[in-house]
């Protein structure tokens, strides 16, 4: 052969060898599997076949270990702070009791409280409710609830709130505190009543 650099050539039968730079050697292109990775040459001029490196599968492997522990981490902190004794229950309702005020939603208003509640208020008439909920949206902007104590006592809970406001017809920024009170019922949280506390 002319050229004496070692390397795979064609042998002239048509078939890929391997020249070790004097000779060829018994090594054909047809002596690897069909699928397997490409020879090479490593050592004095001996071909093997070349091994894909691990650490791609390592780090694949650390990062979705990673991912599965962080999955777990934010359940596990669900689990011990936002449902301790069920606290977060009581609070979305109130959360919840806030949305339907200012969507005006007649039916979410009587999902989360008591049917009693909604008779003393008038809310078991949606024309009602959505009258007092487009008065509160004319009469005051940018209105929030802060959700402070959650104390739950058997089927009993009571939520202290601060709601903070604009007030359009005194042209300032205002804050009312009030008391939730709810009732379990049918594993459900629902408002049985609501109190100014300043």
Same mark, same amino acid.
């Given at each position: 052969?002319?050229?004496?650099?070692a390397?795979?050539y064609?042998?002239?039968?048509?078939?890929?060898?391997?020249?070790?730079?004097?000779?060829?050697?018994?090594?054909?292109? *047809?002596?690897?599997?069909?699928?397997s990775?490409?020879?090479?040459?490593?050592?004095?001029?001996?071909?093997?076949?070349?091994?894909?490196?691990?650490?791609?599968?390592? *780090?694949g492997?650390?990062? *979705?270990?990673?991912? @599965? *522990?962080?999955?777990?981490?934010?359940? @596990?902190?669900?689990?011990?702070?936002?449902?301790?004794?069920?606290?977060?229950?009581?609070?979305?309702?109130?959360?919840?009791?806030?949305?339907?005020?200012?969507?005006?939603?007649?039916? @979410?208003?009587?999902?989360?409280?008591?049917?009693?509640?909604?008779?003393?208020?008038?809310?078991? $008439?949606?024309?009602?409710?959505?009258?007092?909920?487009?008065?509160?949206?004319?009469?005051?902007?940018?209105?929030?609830?802060?959700?402070?104590?959650?104390?739950?006592?058997?089927?009993?809970?009571?939520?202290?709130?601060?709601?903070?406001?604009?007030?359009?017809?005194?042209?300032?920024?205002?804050?009312?505190?009030?008391?939730? $009170? @709810?009732?379990?019922?049918?594993?459900?949280?629902?408002?049985?009543?609501?109190?100014?506390?300043?």
């Amino acid at each position: 052969m002319a050229n004496p650099i070692a390397g795979w050539y064609d042998d002239g039968s048509g078939q890929t060898r391997w020249w070790d730079g004097k000779a060829w050697t018994t090594h054909t292109a *047809l002596d690897t599997a069909v699928g397997s990775e490409p020879l090479t040459e490593v050592g004095p001029g001996e071909p093997v076949a070349r091994k894909r490196p691990v650490w791609p599968w390592f *780090l694949g492997g650390g990062i *979705l270990a990673f991912l @599965l *522990l962080a999955g777990g981490g934010v359940f @596990l902190a669900l689990g011990l702070f936002g449902g301790m004794n069920g606290q977060s229950a009581p609070a979305d309702t109130v959360k919840q009791f806030d949305k339907a005020w200012q969507t005006s939603d007649c039916g @979410l208003v009587q999902s989360v409280t008591t049917a009693e509640y909604q008779k003393s208020l008038g809310f078991d $008439d949606c024309a009602t409710f959505t009258t007092a909920a487009a008065s509160l949206a004319d009469s005051t902007n940018d209105y929030k609830v802060s959700v402070g104590s959650v104390k739950i006592q058997n089927n009993d809970a009571a939520v202290q709130t601060v709601e903070t406001y604009y007030d359009v017809q005194k042209g300032e920024n205002g804050s009312t505190s009030y008391t939730y $009170d @709810l009732v379990k019922s049918d594993g459900k949280w629902l408002i049985s009543s609501v109190s100014s506390t300043g």
